[in-house]
């Protein structure tokens, strides 16, 4: 017995011993320093298209152990707009011990433009038709591209069951926190089927100040309801001022001999 308990002693002793070698060798050979990151000083102006190869100019990063790591940062995530058009970017690189450092810089997108509304349709309705006004109104940004699923209605008192003017606040916001907002008539007539269809090219144009606009030239085609090009009276009236900015309406005005006639309308906004 007393063989045994000796044999088992030093048993655990080598391996107690085996593994404090290990241990301490691991320690040793272990990098336990981190990686250093750095971004060139100064606010980066970049375009509204920028690439992540463009965002990573000026920033390096050195390893006391794997040395030059530059290649491998990335990206990590571009913020929402702090100031004016400016962002904040942050880098992330880690080295072969998977040691992970950060560092940031702002950047200015030079090329911005705030989000702009679009329109498939016209906001003009017969009295009782099926509306799905979000269904004709869209919006586009610089960066994010295609947001109309981002267009929500903030307040309208439209009523399909009677004539009228009605308002309609739209609002949209990108993924910067950067919002649009914009007011609209909407329109309930009692249209006859009788009533010729006049179909625009545009339905929202966004002008420049001072910019001019040949409302003519967005009317594509004036029809009945078998598709037949009708020979009717075209007007067009508007209140629209280019060297005011807001918001104004075109109305086309389009009457067949007997009388009927058809309405739609082209939303101009004039900005500064």
């Known amino acids: 017995m007393r063989i045994l308990r000796l044999a088992t002693v030093a048993l655990f002793a080598v391996t107690l011993l085996i593994f404090s070698v290990f241990f301490v060798s691991e320690k040793i050979g272990t990098d336990r320093s981190h990686p250093v990151i750095e ?19 000026g920033v390096t990063a050195f390893d006391k152990k794997d040395g030059d790591i530059t290649s491998d940062i990335v990206v990590e995530s571009v913020s929402r707009f702090i100031e004016g058009t400016e962002c904040i970017v942050t880098y992330a690189v880690s080295d ?7 560092c940031t810089r702002n950047i200015r997108y030079k090329n911005y433009t705030p989000p702009k509304f679009a329109m498939s349709a016209p906001l003009v309705y017969s009295l009782g038709d099926t509306v799905n006004i979000l269904g004709s109104v869209g919006a586009r940004d610089v960066i994010d ?3 109309s699923d981002k267009v ?21 916001m990108n993924s910067k926190g950067d ?23 545009e339905y929202l144009i966004y002008l420049k100040k001072g910019q001019k606009a040949d409302f003519n030239s967005y009317v594509s085609r004036i029809s ?7 020979d ?39 900005e500064e």
């Open 145 to 147: 591209g295609n947001i």
């Open 179 to 201: 919002a649009s907002y914009l007011d609209l008539p909407i329109y309930v007539e009692n249209i006859s089927l009788l009533a010729p269809k006049i179909e625009l090219s």
């Open 224 to 230: 009945f309801q078998n598709g037949a090009v009708e």
């Open 39 to 57: 971004a060139a000083e100064g606010v980066l102006e970049v375009d509204v298209d920028v690439t992540d190869e463009e965002l990573l100019e």
């Open 232 to 270: 009717a009276a075209l007007r067009i009236s508007t209140d629209c001022n280019f060297d005011v900015p807001g918001t104004y309406s075109v109305h086309y005005y389009a009457t067949r001999a007997e009388g009927h006639q058809g309405h739609t309308v082209l939303t101009v906004i004039v």
């Open 96 to 102: 072969s011990d998977n040691h992970v450092a950060k």
């Open 152 to 172: 929500v209605i903030s307040a309208t008192d439209y009523n399909d069951n009677a004539e009228g003017v009605y308002s309609l606040s739209l609002q949209v």
